[in-house]
């Protein structure tokens, strides 16, 4: 199985922050790389499909990068509604395998 | 509007069954790969199964090969999931999720989850 690996686990910034989340995969994924926001209590929500393409309706703060093995997620300016716990997703290989998550708290 | 809910699930004992439902609406059901994505309490994101659109595929997690069953109902635009044998760790909440794109195995981005279904393994 490909194992994702996110950090941090957790970080803390102010509103108006530029924040950055990484993702690293066990081996080369491609673009075949995704990112969802879970905020508390509700189902996960894309963010970001194949590597570094914004779903319809997500804020245009939001975006990634990467292929191969890296990639990031980044906030360019971060909002009070962005706290959650992001996740990324490989679907290069089943089974599909998330990172273990990155909580994300106003400071 | 899309949309799809989750219900079935419940307290069980370890060794015990459930069966979980998934009620799609507002897209071409048939059109598109299900998967049963579950949380365990406080934990993150473990995808568990996958079904292809017209039912013919499937594919799961070494976590529930041989125990969970996952089917569908085109007819009817519902998604299954049978868990038999079901033990502690198998305590989470189950999503239902979309495939955003492809009807078939190989993989995709969850573009629609559902609410979930709390499943506990309890004695």
């Known amino acids: 199985d490909i194992q994702m690996t996110q950090s941090p686990s957790s970080l803390s910034a102010s509103v108006g922050d530029r924040v950055t989340i990484t993702c690293q995969a066990s081996q080369d994924i491609s673009k075949c790389l995704n990112w969802y926001q879970q905020k508390p209590g509700k189902a996960p929500k894309v963010l970001i499909y194949?590597?570094?393409n914004l779903q319809t309706g997500v804020p245009s703060r939001f975006s990634g990068s990467g292929s191969g093995t890296n990639f990031t997620l980044t906030i360019s300016s971060l909002q009070p509604e962005d706290i959650a716990t992001y996740y990324c997703q490989q679907y290069d290989n089943l089974p599909v395998t998330f990172g273990q998550g990155t909580k994300l708290e106003i400071k | 509007e899309v949309q799809l809910v989750e219900f079935g699930g419940d307290l069980v004992q370890p060794g015990g069954s459930l069966r979980l439902s998934c009620a799609a609406s507002?897209?071409?059901?048939?059109?598109?790969?299900m998967s049963w994505v579950r949380q365990a309490p406080g934990k993150g994101l473990e995808w568990v199964s996958v079904?292809?659109?017209?039912?013919?595929?499937?594919n799961y997690a070494d976590s529930v090969k041989g125990r969970f069953t996952i089917s569908r109902d085109n007819s009817k635009n519902t998604l299954f999931l049978q868990m038999n044998s079901l033990r502690a760790e198998d305590t989470a909440l189950y999503y239902c999720?979309?495939?955003?794109?492809?009807?078939?195995?190989?993989?995709?981005?969850?573009?629609?989850w559902g609410q979930g279904t709390m499943v506990t393994v309890s004695s």
């Open positions: 999720a979309k495939s955003a794109e492809t009807a078939g195995l190989r993989g995709d981005a969850f573009d629609i």
């Open positions: 507002g897209f071409t059901f048939s059109s598109y790969a």
């Open positions: 079904v292809s659109g017209l039912g013919g595929n499937t």
């Open positions: 194949d590597a570094s």
